[in-house]
């Protein structure tokens, strides 16, 4: 029981974690909380859905999808979020705003390009379940969790071993000295757009995958509980991002296998990041830049 509740978390927390993911890139950079992150959730599901529906491969579903909903993160910043944080004197809250003003567009747009109802992946693993001895596996975790490893792995080696990663930790330390050091910040910032992005819409296509399922309302949730996330990880901290995913993808899960809550399972992510902030107020990993 433990350890298949365990899966379940992890699973669960790997998803939390990708999509909390684009956020933190993005809020390292630019210090802006950026909503639109979850409409990229439900645009990478349905671009991933529509791509899949023609081809029928799902790795190209994948990729193109991640790339589409990449590239337009980076227009959202050139054409939104630059012209207003060039403006003197703004106030922090107006790009948030306009985050959610872009955010509550893109589900309009789901809904009503592809219509209100909703889309099934249908895609056959040929099993439904695997079974070792008293675990069951269905094959769709299996997917998820190696295809997270594989793009936080990938994360990891562009933010570490490549001067473009080298470029974003720089601009997320200090923009303006990284510029006079002749660092490339526009670079930094649309690599933020770029991985964050593509990584909610690969989270999107991995929900869609699990529950067979999507429709334009499927970023609600993640919207609020990817604030949750990226604050109880230590805001800009990519490291803290996939631990306190998995840590809430954690705690729901054996909160609710065992019982032990009487709240709904999405409230459990604020309750569990307003008991860790009054211990530990700078999140779980407070180095904003750390990667």
């Known amino acids: 029981m433990f350890l298949q509740q365990l899966l379940n978390g992890i699973m ?161 330390e200090d923009a303006d000295i990284a510029q006079a050091m002749g660092i490339n910040t526009n670079s930094a910032m649309a690599l933020s757009y770029i991985l964050g992005y593509g990584f909610a819409a690969a989270a999107g296509i991995m929900v869609g995958i699990l529950y067979n399922s999507i429709t334009p309302a499927l970023g609600e949730v993640p919207s609020y509980k990817m604030l949750s996330i990226i604050v109880l990880g230590g805001l800009g901290s990519p490291v803290g991002t996939v631990i306190a995913g998995l840590f809430i993808g954690l705690v729901e899960t054996m909160l609710a296998a065992y019982n032990l809550t009487f709240i709904p399972k999405d409230s459990v992510a604020f309750i569990v990041l307003i008991l860790v902030l009054l211990i530990k107020p700078s999140g779980l990993i407070s180095k904003s830049n750390k990667a």
Request: aromatic fraction near 12%; proline fraction near 4%; glycine fraction near 10%.
């Open 12 to 172: 669960i927390g790997s998803v939390y974690a990708l999509t909390a993911m684009g956020a933190t890139l993005i809020y390292g950079i630019l210090r802006i909380l950026d909503i639109a992150n979850a409409g990229a959730y439900v645009g990478g599901a349905y671009f991933g859905w529509f791509i899949y529906y023609k081809t029928g491969n799902l790795f190209l579903a994948f990729v193109l999808s991640m790339i589409i909903t990449g590239l337009i993160g980076v227009m959202l910043h050139r054409f939104i979020y630059a012209p207003i944080l060039r403006k003197p004197r703004i106030l922090p809250i107006v790009p948030l705003v306009a985050s959610v003003g872009v955010f509550t567009l893109t589900g309009d747009l789901a809904r009503l390009i592809a219509g209100p109802g909703t889309k099934a992946y249908n895609i056959d693993f040929g099993v439904d379940v695997i079974n070792i001895g008293r675990l069951t596996v269905v094959p769709a975790w299996i997917l998820i969790i190696v295809l997270t490893t594989i793009l936080f792995t990938v994360l990891w080696l562009i933010l570490n071993r490549t001067r473009l990663g080298l470029a974003w930790r720089a601009t997320a």
